[in-house]
């Protein structure tokens, strides 16, 4: 098991006030984000639209925390040197965004970010069984991507101690994330079945900015 004694925070910034992109990234990284998750929709791998890489490149210069994209796009190929060039420091891509889930990893480490694999609810753990060499990062999702303020799936929590065993098993340290729905009380479970890193929106930007410090502790479980 990882010896982390509290999960890392990634704020998501679908929950932030757009308008003000820049000023809450600064705010939740004051507040003691980890890293910032930005979540990457096209409308067509998933039935909503966000933002590309210019805005990532925008928000760049923002924070000093790792950027943690996670790219809900089909195809995923074609865009993720852009996003690299943007500043994201880790690539997250869906199994089911392209037919060769090896070569975009490789594709993302080729040009120095972490590769990162999500796991959709049907998603199963075997996808990676054979590539666990080739990931630098595990994103569980706890809802149907799309759109945050959904509700936590239970029955993701034995995917997310399965895949814990995977990488206990394996023995690199590989960051185990979960997103959708994490609450502090959600959180717990997600902790307790082996995740080491937590995405939250909902979570983190209610309440406004005097709020992002207390609730970012509140889902660390401190
Ligand atoms: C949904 C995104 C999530 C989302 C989480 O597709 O991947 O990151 O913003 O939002 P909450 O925490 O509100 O469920
Ligand atoms: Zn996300």
């Not at 890489?53 to 790792?66: Q, T």
């Not at 997250?92 to 090896?102: F, I, K, M, Q, R």
Request: glycine share 10%; hydrophobic share 50%.
């Amino acid at each position: 098991m990882t010896a982390r004694s509290t999960p890392i925070i990634a704020p998501s910034i679908l929950s932030a006030d757009f308008a003000r992109l820049g000023e809450e990234a600064r705010a939740v990284e004051a507040a003691g984000a980890d890293w910032l998750h930005i979540d990457v929709m096209d409308g067509h791998f998933v039935p909503n639209i966000t933002i590309g890489p210019d805005v990532v490149k925008a928000l760049r210069p923002h924070v000093k925390i790792p950027m943690d994209v996670h790219l809900m796009i089909s195809p995923a190929d074609p865009y993720i040197e852009a996003f690299r060039a943007a500043g994201a420091d880790m690539i997250s891509v869906h199994p089911e965004a392209g037919p060769h889930l090896n070569r975009t990893l490789g594709q993302i480490r080729k040009l120095g970010a972490k590769a990162g694999v999500v796991f959709n609810p049907s998603t199963d753990p075997s996808v990676i069984q054979w590539m666990m060499d080739d990931v630098d990062l595990i994103l569980v999702m706890s809802i149907n991507p799309g759109f945050g303020g959904q509700s936590f799936m239970r029955s993701q929590l034995a995917k997310i101690a399965a895949l814990r065993a995977m990488i206990d098993a394996h023995g690199r340290d590989i960051p185990l994330e979960v997103d959708g729905g994490v609450t502090p009380e959600t959180a717990k479970l997600c902790v307790a079945a082996g995740a080491t890193a937590l995405v939250a929106g909902t979570a983190v930007f209610r309440g406004g900015p005097d709020a992002y410090a207390g609730n970012i502790a509140a889902l660390r479980g401190v």
